[in-house]
């Protein structure tokens, strides 16, 4: 039954990290189009897809959850994988790979609108040299 558990966590986590990495996937591109140029925008954008699904399953697969099912402690036994403990594991993952990735994506945004800014402050700069002269 563990061995279902994990698998299904697994499973979870990668489909949840997935649809929220395609949901983000034409505002990062833009985002990036704008920051770093068309070039590299699909490149930045590929690692970003990448990190989601890393941040996403290593947030929703939380073995160390997970090993209460396997060791038992001294004063109690193993906890039983029943349907209702199924439920609370699964809800669990998608909540965590959620919470995880909403990190990471605020973070990313936090960044990119501090570098929008930088490159505006540029681009205005030189257009006031060019018209200025």
């Given amino acids: 039954m563990f061995y279902a558990l994990l698998l299904a ?3 979870v986590a990668l489909g949840t990290a997935y649809v929220t990495a395609r949901f983000f996937d034409t505002a990062v ?3 990036l189009a704008r920051i770093v140029g068309d070039e590299l925008a699909d ?7 990448f990190a989601i699904m890393v941040v996403g399953v290593s947030g929703g697969v939380r073995l160390w ?5 396997v060791t038992a402690s001294r004063e109690a036994s193993k906890l039983e994988l029943n349907g209702m403990r ?5 809800y669990r ?3 965590e790979t959620l919470q995880s990735i909403a990190w990471m994506m605020l ?7 501090i570098a929008y ?3 505006r402050a540029i681009e205005i700069k030189h257009h006031e040299r060019q018209h200025g002269e």
């Fill in 9 to 11: 966590t697994l499973v």
């Fill in 29 to 31: 591109q833009k985002i």
């Fill in 43 to 49: 490149a930045w954008r590929k690692y970003l897809r």
């Fill in 65 to 69: 959850e997970l090993e209460k099912y």
């Fill in 86 to 90: 199924w439920t609370l594991e699964i």
């Fill in 93 to 95: 993952t998608l909540i």
């Fill in 107 to 113: 973070l990313f945004f936090l960044a990119a609108m």
């Fill in 117 to 119: 800014v930088i490159v």
